[in-house]
T-cell receptor, first 110, second 112 residues
Framework: NAGVTQTPKFRVLKTGQSMTLLCAQDMNHEYMYWYRQDPGMGLRLIHYSVGEGTTAKGEVPDGYNVSRLKKQNFLLGLESAAPSQTSVYFCASSFEETQYFGPGTRLLVL | AQSVAQPEDQVNVAEGNPLTVKCTYS??????LFWYVQYPNRGLQFLLK??????LVKGSYGFEAEFNKSQTSFHLKKPSALVSDSALYFCAVRDMTAQFYFGTGTSLTVIP
């Protein structure tokens, strides 16, 4: 039982490049979330999903897109990366209100 | 709008002393409240939650939290701090749409 995994662990992008972050969970959880963590800002919700095929915007959705084609996977896309998207990204899945977090992806946009 | 405030960026406490990490919240409807801990270069780990019932909630690693509706607070406590408790602590609230809102975090340092 791997829990919540995130791929990749670290990535460097140039401004304007695109990439997809993958989150996978093997706990059969319905709810999944993408957050970004910045110094002094805590965690801020980007997008979330309450089930396969559904997505919703969180607090800071601009510049990001998501897809939940399979229950176990939640993808976060950056179509045109900007330096302001340099951050640590965390995925979480949820069961009975409790969230379980992945180890994070550190993204640097130059 | 939903929000969580952690008024202290940093809390220092001597090993063996009691510790308190403060949290206040604002949410529509009944609050679902949480505490998470983050160790360096790791994801967040669940400590405890309040959904309903007793105002004093017990969680992992000897931590507990007290829900106070009149003061809209959910302070994290531990009777005797350990050096290994040193970490970053986050308070969070969940709203009716299943969105979570986190505080900015409190860095706890337990001094040997």
């Amino acid at each position: 039982n791997a829990g919540v995994t995130q791929t990749p662990k670290f990535r460097v992008l140039k401004t304007g490049q695109s990439m997809t972050l993958l989150c996978a969970q093997d706990m059969n959880h319905e709810y999944m979330y993408w957050y970004r963590q910045d110094p002094g800002m805590g965690l801020r919700l980007i997008h979330y999903s309450v089930g396969e095929g559904t997505t919703a915007k969180g607090e800071v959705p601009d510049g990001y897109n998501v897809s939940r084609l399979k229950k176990q996977n939640f993808l976060l896309g950056l179509e045109s990366a900007a330096p302001s998207q340099t951050s640590v990204y965390f995925c979480a899945s949820s069961f009975e209100e409790t969230q379980y977090f992945g180890p994070g992806t550190r993204l640097l946009v130059l | 709008a939903q929000s969580v405030a952690q008024p202290e960026d940093q809390v220092n406490v001597a090993e063996g002393n009691p510790l308190t990490v403060k949290c206040t919240y604002s949410v529509s409807g009944n609050p679902y409240l949480f505490w998470y801990v983050q160790y360096p270069n790791r994801g967040l780990q669940f400590l405890l939650k309040y959904i309903t019932g007793d105002n004093l909630v017990k969680g992992s690693y000897g931590f507990e939290a007290e829900f106070n509706k009149s003061q809209t607070s959910f302070h994290l406590k531990k009777p005797s701090a350990l050096v290994s408790d040193s970490a970053l602590y986050f308070c969070a609230v969940r709203d009716m749409t299943a969105q979570f809102y986190f505080g900015t975090g409190t860095s706890l340092t337990v001094i040997p």
